[in-house]
Nanobody, 119 residues
Framework: QVQLVESGGGLVQTGGSLRLSCAAS????????MGWYRQAPGEQREVVAE???????TYADSVKGRFTISRDNAKNMVRLQMNSLKPEDTAVYYC?????????????WGKGTLVTVSS
């Protein structure tokens, strides 16, 4: 059984910062891509940032220069440092990971953590 557990959401004012963390646990053989998605009310879920096991990183254009994704392969953790937050960053943020359990690869999701940016 694999679980992704997020932490670090909350309420912050415009221009503030938050850091999200996500830890994968369970019978994990290998973790490939890890990332963060978000879903605002009435909107589709969208990718925010992703990082491969080798460290290749991609960001959504809307967060480039403000958000930083990092990964700890030894701990199967991924973090998202969010700076200069804007009201449009308000959303539920989901951790996402492509994980291999024994020889079976699947995509896993966390339950989500709410980030609210007040204007």
């Amino acid at each position: 059984q694999v679980q992704l557990v997020e932490s670090g959401g909350g309420l912050v004012q415009t221009g503030g910062s938050l850091r999200l963390s996500c830890a994968a646990s369970g019978s994990i053989s290998r973790v490939d891509v890890m990332g963060w998605y978000r879903q605002a009310p009435g909107e589709q879920r969208e990718v925010v940032a992703e990082v491969t096991s080798s460290g290749r990183i991609t960001y959504a254009d809307s967060v480039k220069g403000r958000f930083t994704i990092s990964r700890d392969n030894a701990k199967n953790m991924v973090r998202l440092q969010m700076n200069s937050l804007k009201p449009e960053d308000t959303a539920v943020y989901y951790c996402n990971a492509d994980i291999v359990v024994y020889s079976v690869g699947m995509t896993y999701w966390g339950k989500g953590t709410l980030v609210t940016v007040s204007s």
